[in-house]
């Protein structure tokens, strides 16, 4: 097992264009987090998912937000009409149903020039 | 509302233990997590306390929860410059949450 893995680590994008980022979590991990991260802060809760259902969305989470995991492996965040407010990293998560041991990867890098 | 607060620095010595503390409002966390976090890196799982525990040691790793208090710390021995990283504490009602972390700096 290769741990939680994300695509892509870094994106560069203009104001106001599209971005998705995906997440690969451990393999029978049937809970999926996804966080947001600035410089200096800690991270902060986004959404998560058990399985393909989406179960809490933060109020972060505005209507440019939307976030899947159609299938309950693989999960894509899609951020549309990016704002510089956006840059962040976006680090996702996973665990089993038992949730003891939640794994991070390694973040996905978003600015927004 | 669920909050989560530690120091935000923490300086000492190759060799000597470092303390981390934690404080925390959430007292319906079933687990509480230590994350290291190194610079531009994700999150890395150091350990985690069952909210059941008072106490869980894992090699140099010491942690020690008072639920009474809300209050969590991990214990490093023999730090050393590779234990240079952001420390949090996250615990665990539902979802991670997560404070500021506290930024531990060895100095040799």
Request: proline share 4%.
């Amino acid at each position: 097992d290769t741990g939680v893995s994300q695509d892509p680590r870094h994106k560069i994008t203009k104001r106001g264009q599209n971005v998705t980022f995906r997440c690969d979590p451990i393999s029978e991990h049937n809970r999926l987090y996804w966080y947001r991260q600035t410089l200096g802060q800690g991270p902060e809760f986004l959404t998560y998912f058990q399985n393909e259902a989406q179960l809490e969305k933060s109020r972060l989470l505005s209507d440019r937000f939307s976030a899947e995991r159609p299938k309950g492996s693989f999960s894509t965040l899609e951020i549309q009409r990016t704002e510089q407010g956006d840059s962040a990293m976006y680090l996702c998560a996973s665990s089993s149903e038992l949730g003891n041991t939640i794994y991070f990867g390694e973040g996905s890098w978003l600015t927004v020039v | 509302g669920e909050d989560v607060e530690q120091s935000l620095f923490l300086s000492v010595r190759e060799g000597d233990s470092s303390v981390i503390n934690c404080t925390y409002t959430d007292s319906s966390s079933t687990y509480l997590y230590w994350y290291k976090q190194e610079p531009g890196a994700g999150l890395q799982l150091l350990t985690y306390i069952f909210s059941n525990m008072d106490m869980k040691q894992d090699q140099r790793l010491t942690v020690l929860l008072n639920k009474k208090d809300k209050h969590l710390s991990l214990r490093i021995a023999d730090t050393q410059t590779g234990d240079s990283a952001i420390y949090f504490c996250a615990p665990l009602p539902g979802k991670l949450i997560f404070g500021q972390g506290t930024e531990l700096s060895v100095k040799p």
